[in-house]
């Protein structure tokens, strides 16, 4: 009899202990419990810990509350202005009801994923290139309400929304480098010519300054010539003052006008006789009214004068 009992005892501490066994459930710290009792959710929901079930009648689903990090993939797609760009963004998100994110949707993660797909291609079409590049903070969050949406009803809260990248074509890279290369050109020539303005003006009021004071000029003179023997140069240069030019020209008498007086011809070489020059100068000489005698007489040959004649007949 006490062997029987003790059998049954024994047989009956198994048996419990198979059953906790079997019934025992660990619930982690960043997960809930979800318990389903011939297929219906009970309302309960067990919290992190030891969790009991009973065994083949409750099932208990294990749903994870961290934060899950989901990488969209690149997205291709026109922009507003018309250029072809590859999109990849990253999505943050986490469960805040159990239950929805079970019941709700059949799988939470890839309806996430999904969703974000379409968002970034709808923000791809309804945004500019510059916007993609340098205006992403608005970017995110639009497409972060644009998933966050339909994601409420999932259980599901989306904590935060990265574009991570923007691919361009090569034609389109090299096309913003040579605008960004010019626009940089076109800013180098502004300030230049800023400078050279600026310069000038400076210049202008130290013309002044030396003006009123001649000796300023003297001093800079020497403070260039200390400046240039400062560098070990072997050759140096003075530059010569222009005041002092302008002196002498002022202090220089200006000569009378008067006719430049006319050049002799150069004589032909002696072998050939005299030159074109000296037979026009002779020609000129011979053919001048004063070595003729005058327009008159130049023509008119030596005649002997006329006889005298009686003044009255002969007796």
């Known amino acids: 009899m006490v062997e029987e009992l003790l059998t049954a005892v024994i047989a009956a501490g198994v048996g419990v202990m198979v059953y906790v066994g079997a019934a025992a459930r660990v619930v982690k710290q960043y997960e809930r ?38 990488p969209v993939p690149a997205q291709e797609g026109i922009t507003r202005d018309n250029v072809t760009v590859r999109v990849d963004a990253v999505v943050y998100f986490k469960v805040v009801d159990p239950a929805n994110a079970i019941v709700a949707v059949e799988d939470y993660r890839f309806a996430v994923s999904q969703m974000a797909q379409t968002s970034l291609r709808s923000i791809i079409g309804k945004s500019d290139l510059d916007d993609l590049l340098s205006n992403r903070e608005m970017l995110n969050q639009g497409l972060e309400l644009m998933i966050d949406s339909p994601a409420v009803g999932w259980g599901v809260q989306i904590d935060r929304v990265e574009i991570k990248d923007v691919s361009l074509p090569e034609t389109m890279k090299r096309s913003m480098a040579r605008q960004a290369e010019a626009d940089r050109e076109r800013r180098a ?69 008067a006719a430049a007086p006319r050049e002799p011809a150069p004589a032909g070489p002696a072998s050939e006789g005299p030159g074109p020059a000296e037979v026009a100068d002779a020609l000129d000489e011979a053919l001048a009214p004063d070595a003729l005698g005058g327009p008159a007489d130049g023509l008119m040959l030596d005649a002997p004068p006329p006889e005298h ?6 007796g």
């Open 189 to 257: 020539r502004v300030i230049n010519a800023d400078a050279e303005l600026q310069a000038s003006h400076k210049l202008a009021q130290a013309a002044e300054v030396m003006s009123e004071q001649p000796a300023a000029l003297q001093l800079r003179l020497l403070q260039t010539v200390v400046a240039v023997a400062a560098e070990k140069n072997s050759t140096l240069v003075l530059p010569f003052p222009v005041e002092l030019l302008r002196f002498l020209e002022r202090a220089a008498p200006s000569p009378p006008a």
């Open 309 to 314: 004649e009686p003044d009255g007949p002969r």
């Open 33 to 70: 419990g979800l318990v389903f009792r011939f297929g219906r959710l009970r309302e309960e929901i067990r919290p992190p810990g030891f969790a009991m079930v009973v065994p083949v009648i409750d099932r208990l689903h294990k749903v994870n509350m961290q934060i899950v990090t989901l």
